[in-house]
């Protein structure tokens, strides 16, 4: 079978260099080299490409079709089958007429369940970029016009005639098939997102004590949040509640860090000394803060699968997460809940985990948790390979 991989879905997309859909692809492809399947893959020779993936083509003699000069539908006509990890902007009219089977992965329907929130505005001012701003704007004055817009996108593509369909999750599944009722079961898969980690925890332990001197951090001393230039992620919530506990008196020596940057919208916080903002950060940094943080704090408002949280459990880490989404699907009772909404209960959740008693047992839950989806992760790739590479297709376990 001639398949063609989408490793443009790997690449740098809007400036981002790490990007969920990337990281996702990078695992299907690693693994699927791993395997030994034989494949095209698909690149933009306009981008950067990850020297890892780069290497794994030159050593496995894998071809490289440039993307440059025409389309998606253009660079994979006369393949029987192309994957891609993140379909937008891949498909067209053309794509309905073409002989390919296309299978494509979908991570979420945020825009249809979770359109918007009250912060969404005030981030996207912090970054005063006119058409966000714009955007969000008209999502909060037309709500049910937005999503007639996303719905008719999505279906454009779920309409198309020779296709299968991978979700990353139940969760998401199922809401597929709430939103679109034509849509009919059989034509999705569900595979849980993989882990792409290039650093054994060997490593990851032995650039802690660097890591943790250059930002000037005591292991157990910092809860960790992720990605606080974006609304979605609820970290201004948490950030108001963890302000609220310093002053409080109640998380003495204790510092709440982010990584994703910065904005306007904190500047309300009282306690500025008590948070430390980062960009984004490499990936051996990111793992050593999930393993040396005192706990998680992930209170996200939507998750179409949600890598942080398994990300912390595979180190023991305590995580504190929204009960929203695809997030207890993916976590079970390894975790504490909270609703994302209440600055109160984030902070009482937070208070929970100042009592060692407690970290310890959620510290002990976290490893068996990931274990368990680890197992279900590889038995679902495994499927989801041989469902692209040979035809076949797996159930869900």
Not at 117 to 142: Q, S, V
Not at 366 to 387: A, F, S
């Amino acid at each position: 079978m001639n398949v063609l991989f989408d490793l443009v879905a790997t690449q740098p997309v809007h400036g981002a260099v790490f990007h969920g859909g990337g990281e996702y692809s990078k695992a299907v492809f690693i693994a699927a080299v791993k395997a030994g399947y034989a494949f095209d893959a698909l690149w933009d020779s306009r981008k950067a490409l990850d020297p890892y993936i780069e290497e794994l083509c030159t050593e496995k003699g894998i071809a490289l079709v440039d993307l440059k000069g025409r389309t998606f539908a253009q660079a994979y006509a006369g393949y029987d089958v192309f994957f891609t990890g993140l379909p937008y902007g891949r498909f067209s009219e053309a794509s309905g007429k073409s002989n390919t089977r296309l299978i494509f992965t979908i991570h979420g329907v945020r825009s249809l369940e979770m359109p918007t929130d009250r912060h969404e505005i005030l981030f996207y001012m912090g970054t005063k970029d006119p058409k966000r701003i714009l955007k969000a704007l008209y999502i909060r004055l037309f709500p049910k016009r937005y999503k007639r817009g996303a719905a008719s996108r999505i279906r454009k593509m779920l309409n198309l005639p020779d296709k299968q369909i991978v979700t990353v999750s139940n969760h998401t599944k199922y809401s597929l098939l709430n939103f679109f009722p034509e849509l009919k079961e059989q034509e999705l898969s569900v595979c849980y997102s993989p882990l792409y980690s290039p650093l054994a925890e060997e490593d990851v332990e032995s650039r802690s004590t660097a890591v943790l001197n250059n930002l000037g951090l005591e292991e157990g001393q910092f809860y960790l949040g992720l990605g606080s230039g974006r609304w979605l992620k609820n970290n201004l919530r948490l950030s108001l509640a963890f302000d609220k506990l310093i002053s409080d008196g109640r998380l003495k020596g204790k510092k709440l860090v982010f990584t994703g940057g910065s904005n306007i919208v904190y500047r309300r916080l009282k306690n500025k000394d008590s948070f430390l903002f980062l960009d984004y950060v490499e990936t051996d940094v990111m793992e050593v803060l999930l393993k040396t943080t005192r706990a998680l704090l992930y209170p996200s408002l939507n998750e179409g699968f949600g890598y942080p949280p398994l990300q912390a459990m595979k180190y023991g880490t305590p995580v504190l997460a929204s009960a929203f989404s695809a997030v207890t699907e993916v976590c079970g009772e390894a975790v504490l809940y909270a609703n994302p909404y209440s600055e109160d209960e984030i902070g009482s959740r937070i208070l929970m985990l100042e009592n060692d008693f407690l970290l310890k047992e959620y510290s002990e839950k976290g490893p068996r948790r990931y274990n368990l989806i680890k197992e279900r992760q590889d038995t679902m790739l495994d499927n989801m390979l041989k469902m692209i590479f040979t035809g076949s297709k797996g159930e869900l376990p």
